[in-house]
């Protein structure tokens, strides 16, 4: 059962001007193409070969580093193409937007407190809203680790993740990931979210 790259559900330069077509065609086609092919080389021949993705991210202590780094990389690029959408619901509603309030006082406080989670994140990594014990958090991790897997300081599941490697954001933001941070809301489909949000409950 060979893991395999999803398609980009809108064209390359659909998020234009917050995220420019030559940073989507390379992330996409070449940075999670290759975690993709280089999970399936290091579970090949293994039991890990029969598990779905989410299996092996949960207990990802038990597999080699290959394992951990580009079956993150896999299982968090896959999630980061569908929470962002050219026709972003701006504002997220209902239960959603409940917990947001009760968890943050309010949309804005909740994007200001994951752009610092990714902003202070050192190196590479991600910055994430999670459902932790019934309620949202925010956390950051390094490299592709992400709060599913059992190894994460913070754990929790995933509502949506937002990539801070420099391949995200180089080629238009430069050295900038605050401005690559601040922009990327514009792209964030809450409609998209809440039923991650709903699924993580
Ligand atoms: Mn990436």
């Known amino acids: 059962m060979a893991h ?3 398609a980009l559900p809108y064209a390359p330069n659909a998020l234009e001007p917050h995220i420019d077509a030559q940073t989507m065609e390379i992330h996409h086609g070449k940075h999670h193409q290759a975690y993709v092919d280089n999970l399936n080389k290091a579970i090949e021949g293994t039991d890990a070969a029969n598990l779905p993705l989410e299996e092996l991210i ?4 038990k597999y080699p580093a290959a394992v951990r780094n580009n079956g993150g990389g ?4 896959t999630q980061f193409w569908t929470v962002m959408s050219p026709n972003a619901a701006a504002a997220p509603e209902g239960k959603l937007a409940d917990a947001i309030n009760e968890a943050f006082g309010g949309l804005d406080a909740l994007k200001e407190k994951m752009n610092a989670a990714g902003a202070t994140r050192f190196g590479s990594g991600w910055a994430w809203l999670i459902v932790k014990d019934g309620k949202l958090d925010v956390t950051s991790t390094p490299n592709q680790d992400n709060p599913l897997m059992d190894v994460a300081e913070v754990k929790g599941t995933p509502v949506f993740g937002i990539d801070v490697w420099e391949h995200a954001y180089y080629l238009k933001y430069q050295n900038k990931r605050p401005d690559y941070l601040k922009a990327i ?3 964030i489909d809450w409609a998209e979210v809440a039923k991650r949000y709903e699924a993580a409950l």
């Open 4 to 6: 395999t790259l999803p």
């Open 58 to 61: 949960k207990n990802i202590s």
């Open 74 to 77: 896999h299982y968090n690029h």
């Open 185 to 187: 809301w514009s792209v």
